[in-house]
């Protein structure tokens, strides 16, 4: 037997345990990740990924089961330990320090000193060559907060490598970045492999999963589900262990005859691209995609149709009713409501109860002579709660405490209790599991079937494709064309979506 073959892995986590409160967080999960390997934790929210990995980065500890480094037993009790220990996790929200420049951020808390003071020099120094390593071509007195996204990933991953890290974990590396700052983070994992460093891989998008892993550990419910060896890798074999059944029909459409126009946009000039307007209309029944890349104005023009930034130019109409909505009470009022894209910003309100937030959007509607309904807000909670399928212990629990895809439910579900005519939706399924991603699709596909105008917003070409009814497309602030769904693929989105003609 080769000494490689006798060589302890890296990590192991062996049977690890930890409960919350009412919750089992983890059961007996085992994992182990050689040197130089790339290992992909994939799972449904809830599955457990993340109480796994802030017990490996020492953030919280495992009730019991062994983790061992180098086929030694560790306590990973603080962060602190875990980097000595050679582990680093990188946040889906990055730690950086913004008004700080790039160096400073690096070489946080461990300041090279020269006599009494720091040695800036010595800091900048250093730091252009853990730039380097990930391919970073900035100057490290750049402040952080000037840079982009993707940039700050990779610094995060410089300030990992500065600590001589020898095991990475990335929870959703890729969620807030561009086409373009994906490929890169991409070259810098397989950088880091060819190098001997180890990469736990945590994301939801398994074309990344597929194109980067060496293995991929499947969990659900907290517990181990399965293991893939690289081979073995592809989409429906990471679904069928993700949620223990086949999705045959993921995305389940049935077209229904579009009925009155019920969003009518015409000649509407955005505040953020003024030069050009847009003009489109969806019917009752009818789900609407707006494909685009990033910068493209998608979100913008949700965001003016609602009221948030108001039209320079133009004319909205909902259900027939001319609105020029200066703030989206206005739209509201007319049965137009907006899940946006951030929703722990602007869906929900994070430090409030799962039946609060329900009942947020009904309160003007629901008073009982300017006191609050206390009665209706229990009765759409309970409601929405069920017909959402809300995976909460109570409807009291605190919504920054579920899961992301049960925080989109309640987001949903808060416009939902509206009874809209209009539903934008913006990004519907980010950050969410395969899973919870299906049970949006056929809520989708039932609100169309009651009669309600959907328009969304999706960067994942792969929703697009399966939901719209039509798609619509922009590039840069303009409608550049519109395809009905037998005419939809990739590479026709793609033109449009690039400022091409489809002639």
């Not at 807030?176 to 945590?202: A, H, M, N, P």
Request: charged residues 25%; negative net charge; aromatic residues 2%.
């Amino acid at each position: 037997m080769s000494d490689d073959q006798n060589k302890p892995p890296l990590l192991e986590v062996r049977k690890v345990c930890k409960r919350f409160p009412g919750v089992r967080a983890l059961h007996e999960v085992s994992l182990a990740v050689a040197q130089g390997e790339v290992l992909a934790v994939i799972g449904e929210n809830g599955a457990g990924k993340s109480t796994l990995m802030k017990i490996l980065a020492g953030v919280q500890g495992q009730d019991i089961g062994d983790i061992l480094i180098d086929g030694k037993t560790v306590q990973l009790d603080s962060v602190e330990t875990a980097l000595a220990n050679g582990v680093s996790l990188i946040h889906q929200e990055l730690n950086l320090a913004d008004n700080l420049d790039v160096g400073a951020n690096i070489f946080l808390g461990r300041e090279p000193v020269k006599g009494l003071f720091i040695d800036r020099k010595r800091i900048h120094q250093d730091a252009r060559k853990y730039l380097e390593m990930v391919g970073l071509e900035v100057d490290p007195a750049t402040i952080v907060g000037e840079l982009t996204i993707g940039h700050q990933q990779m610094i995060e991953i410089a300030k990992a490598l500065s600590v001589d890290s020898r095991i990475l974990i990335m929870d959703e590396p890729t969620s807030s970045l561009s086409t373009k700052e994906t490929e890169s983070l991409f070259k810098v994992v397989k950088d880091l492999r060819s190098r001997g460093i180890s990469v736990i891989y945590i994301s939801h998008r398994l074309g990344e999963v597929k194109e980067l892993a060496d293995r991929v550990v499947v969990l659900r419910d907290g517990e181990n589900a399965g293991d893939l060896a690289r081979e073995e890798i592809d989409h429906d074999a990471m679904v069928k262990l993700m949620v223990g059944r086949d999705i045959s029909q993921f995305y389940s459409r049935t077209q229904h005859a579009p009925g009155d126009v019920m969003l009518e946009v015409d000649k509407v000039r955005t505040p953020v691209h003024p030069a050009h307007e847009l003009s489109f209309k969806v019917h009752a029944g009818e789900i609407v995609g707006m494909a685009g890349l990033v910068g493209a104005g998608r979100t913008e023009m949700l965001q003016t149709l609602f009221g948030v930034t108001p039209a320079l130019a133009g004319r909205i109409k909902v259900a027939g009713e001319e609105v020029q909505p200066q703030a989206p009470i206005d739209a509201i009022e007319l049965g137009m409501v907006l899940a946006p894209e951030d929703r722990k910003q602007q869906g929900v309100v994070l430090e409030m109860s799962v039946r609060d937030n329900l009942s947020l959007a009904s309160l003007r509607r629901d008073q009982n002579k300017g006191f609050l309904n206390r009665q209706k807000e229990r009765e759409i909670s309970a409601e929405m709660i069920g017909k959402m399928r809300v995976k909460t212990p109570t409807e009291h629990q605190i919504v920054q405490f579920l899961s992301g895809g049960n925080q989109q439910k309640v987001v949903l579900g808060k416009w939902l209790a509206m009874e809209p005519k209009v539903l934008l939706l913006d990004e519907p399924t980010r950050g969410i599991d395969v899973g919870a991603k299906q049970e949006i699709y056929k809520l989708m596909e039932e609100l169309a079937g009651r009669g309600v105008a959907i328009l969304f917003v999706s960067s994942e070409m792969e929703e697009v494709i399966g939901m719209s009814d039509r798609t619509l497309v922009m590039h840069e602030g303009c409608i550049t064309g519109e395809l009905p769904r037998d005419e939809l693929s990739e590479e026709s989105i793609m033109q449009l979506a690039t400022g091409k003609s489809l002639n």
